[in-house]
Nanobody
Framework: QVQLVESGGGLVQAGGSLRLSCASS????????VGWFRQGPGKEREFVAA????????YYAASMKGRVTISRDNVKNTVYLRMNSLKPEDTAIYSC??????????????????WGQGTQVTVSS
């Protein structure tokens, strides 16, 4: 069982930055790929970024590439999502999820087994 807890969300002005964290207390967390998704008001959940268990690759949604950076610290059992140049349309609940395998299918939420509760990001204009 992998439990995930997101933090770092909040209210930020357009153009600002945030760093989200996804922490796990599970001993096997370092063996999972982790992805970030977001769901804005009235929108479907969309893929943001993913990182494999060893953290040696990064996979981004085309719409987010250049503005977000995903990283992980397996000693701290934490995955981070750094977001820059935030826009009001980035307002959403951001959730992290863990998947047992790595691959391009990780842009689909069905590839993930464990999910966190999410953290709200609100970008004001």
């Amino acid at each position: 069982q992998v439990q995930l807890v997101e933090s770092g969300g909040g209210l930020v002005q357009a153009g600002g930055s945030l760093r989200l964290s996804c922490a796990s207390s599970g001993r096997t967390f370092s063996s999972y790929a982790v992805g970030w998704f977001r769901q804005g008001p009235g929108k479907e959940r969309e893929f943001v970024a993913a990182i494999p268990s060893r953290g040696d690759q990064e996979y981004y949604a085309a719409s987010m590439k250049g503005r977000v950076t995903i990283s992980r610290d397996n000693v701290k059992n934490t995955v981070y999502l750094r977001m820059n140049s935030l826009k009001p349309e980035d307002t959403a609940i951001y959730s992290c999820a863990a998947a047992a395998q790595w691959g391009p299918f990780l842009s689909s939420d069905s590839a993930y087994t464990y999910w966190g509760q999410g953290t709200q990001v609100t970008v004001s204009s």
